[in-house]
């Protein structure tokens, strides 16, 4: 067993639910590895503070995934909203040099956000340019699909496409996969950036 | 009909599914017809997603006014041929005892599925609780026996959901499966099988070639041996000439109050007499543990990093896993603590209703410690404190 942990925070209507359903479907489905997504039921989802979660086994030779709820410290940990940021802590990220990042939406992140400088994080304008380049804010959940596939590397472009395919209207398909390769540029911008600053 | 019947089965391979709707799917393989219901917060997908696939596979998907109503009407469809379920949350599940204690008596096959929430009374209904544990056991006045499944991931309630459905066609008492209100809604990859391999798990509901034997499960005078006949059906030749909820014998005739004790022994033995066929456990690490974890349903999964975690620091510890929690596995469970230091019961209540099971069986010689839990899971942690502080 070789748990992926992931957490993603923010308020009802910003499409967490669906971006870890998203993740489930392309690691669980289309990549064929063990995973198990759960998610904020009730009141919450439909507003106020929400969250999801998914655990991806990347050992194929499992059987099945033991606790079913992402343990701490996560491998991923994505903020979306002011209130969310109090769960941001050094200890909740994993610091190995292979995984444990946060990422957090500077546009709906307002205040300071201290806690974000002490570890690996991106943080990205995510609604905002969800907005302006495609007109919608619903956009920022395939950017951020973007960005995951890019810094996880756990399954393909292709099983990502595949994805969206699966869970976006076929009128927005082309505009979201736009959105993807945005993401996808962003994750690898910031990649080449964090090898510099290592190197 | 039999283009409609194709959808009774999913395209063979995998899917990403919500807990109640691979529980749903599992019916539909095992071809369901009828579903009765009310919906209820956290079981309300369920009725949702049948009423969407019963009509597409000739079947009906019935919302109605309340609880009472919805048992009466799955009671109804059993009776006429159909395979039938309801689900529903504590709540549904207090108002609908009265019929499931009918349905026992006059046994007829039925599948129940509890997603359970947190009580007592309306309590928080988004959260799980397994706080029906007992109510399940005693649904309803009279003595009979039920079979109550703990399943604990999205394949297992598709697949139990198979087995369950065909344990209604073979025992004919009141069958529950016992989900919960986070269960219910984790998504997993449910691995649905080719049709043909269903079909062959499948225990259908057909009239019997000897139309004229028994309908109702008896005793044997002599060897004392207990049958269980196949359901009869109502509107067919094999039918009894009348079903009533009173101690009755196998033809549905009336029985002299004097014989009402041969008749609860029917209704309790049938069960108590199968238990080794029925009950379903699992092992895990077992074999030289000195420290016995025994659950069921999701504590379990925490249970099993526990244990790794606790093996990693030499503590000799298993699992011993209710899959069926009703009838409770006495005789196995003796067998697999004997002999243990001590034996932790994970439960998602603050009881203890199967600790105080398990303490019965051993007799209060080996100290059975609970850890409950209520409204969220138990983190692994919670069952590695209990094992650390047992092996001190």
């Known amino acids: ?199 | 009909m039999s283009n409609v019947n194709g959808k009774r089965f999913l395209k063979p391979g995998k899917y990403l599914m919500m807990g109640n709707v691979a529980m749903a799917e599992g019916a539909l393989s095992s071809g369901l017809k009828f579903f009765g219901g009310y919906p209820i917060t956290p079981s309300t997908e369920v009725i949702e997603h049948l009423a969407k696939r019963l009509p597409e596979v000739g079947g009906c998907c019935m919302q109605m006014e309340d609880e009472l109503a919805s048992i009466n009407a799955v009671m109804g469809a059993s009776l006429v041929g159909a395979k039938a379920m309801t689900a529903t949350s504590g709540p549904g599940l207090s108002l609908m005892t009265e019929t499931i204690s009918m349905a026992a008596n006059i046994e007829i096959p039925f599948v129940f599925c509890d997603v359970q929430r947190c009580g007592p009374g309306t309590g928080f209904v988004t959260v799980p609780h397994h706080n029906d544990i007992g109510l399940t056991r005693f649904a309803g006045n009279g003595e009979f026996e039920v079979i109550a499944f703990a399943p604990m991931s999205c394949q297992e309630l598709f697949d139990l959901t198979i087995t369950a459905f065909n344990y209604a066609e073979t025992y004919r008492c009141p069958i529950f499966i016992l989900s919960d209100a986070y269960l219910g809604h984790i998504h997993e990859v449910v691995n649905i099988p080719p049709k043909e391999e269903i079909l062959k798990r499948v225990i259908d509901r057909t009239i019997p070639k000897d139309t004229k034997g028994a309908k109702f499960t008896y005793e044997d005078i002599k060897t004392h041996k207990l049958t269980i006949p196949k359901p009869y059906i109502v509107g067919t030749e094999f039918c009894p000439p009348l079903i009533i909820h009173l101690p009755h014998n196998q033809d549905g005739i009336l029985m002299p109050e004097e014989n009402s004790l041969r008749f609860m022994k029917i209704m309790i033995d049938k069960i108590r007499d199968n238990i080794d066929k029925i009950s379903l456990t699992e092992e895990y690490k077992l074999d030289d543990a000195e420290i016995i974890i025994i659950s069921y349903g999701l504590p379990v999964r925490a249970s099993y990093r526990a244990v790794d975690l606790a093996r990693k620091k030499g503590i000799k510890v298993g699992i011993f896993r209710l899959i069926t929690v009703w009838p409770f596995p006495k005789e196995k469970v003796k067998q697999v603590v004997a002999g243990a230091k001590a034996i932790i019961v994970p439960e998602m209540n603050y009881t203890g209703v199967i600790a105080e099971q398990v303490e019965r069986v051993t007799d209060l010689n080996i100290p059975v410690i609970k850890v409950p839990k209520v409204a969220t899971l138990h983190h692994p942690d919670d069952i590695l404190k209990a094992i650390e502080e047992v092996a001190k």
């Open chain 1, 1 to 199: 067993m070789n748990r992926y942990e992931i957490r993603i925070v923010g308020y009802g209507g910003q499409g967490i639910i669906t971006l870890s359903k998203m993740i489930a479907y392309a690691s669980g489905i289309c990549e064929e590895l063990l995973v198990t997504q759960t998610e904020a039921y009730g009141a919450q989802a439909r507003g106020g503070r929400s969250w999801a979660e998914v655990v991806i086994d990347l050992d194929r030779e499992s059987k099945q995934i033991d606790y079913p709820k992402a343990l701490k410290p996560y491998d991923l940990l994505v903020i979306l909203s002011d209130a969310a940021t109090k769960e941001v802590k050094k200890e909740v990220i994993k610091k190995e040099e292979n995984t444990g990042l946060l990422i957090w939406d500077s546009s709906t992140i307002l205040g300071k956000f201290r806690a974000a400088s002490k570890m690996k994080n991106l943080g990205l304008p995510i609604q905002k340019m969800a907005l302006e380049k495609f007109g919608d804010t619903v956009y920022g959940n395939t950017i951020l699909f973007g960005i995951f596939t890019v810094v996880t590397k756990i399954f393909s472009e292709e099983s990502a496409i595949e994805t969206i395919k699966q869970f976006v209207p076929s009128s927005t398909l082309e505009k979201n996969i736009e959105a993807f390769k945005f993401g996808k540029q962003k994750a690898e911008e910031f990649l080449t950036q964090l090898k510099e600053g290592m190197s």
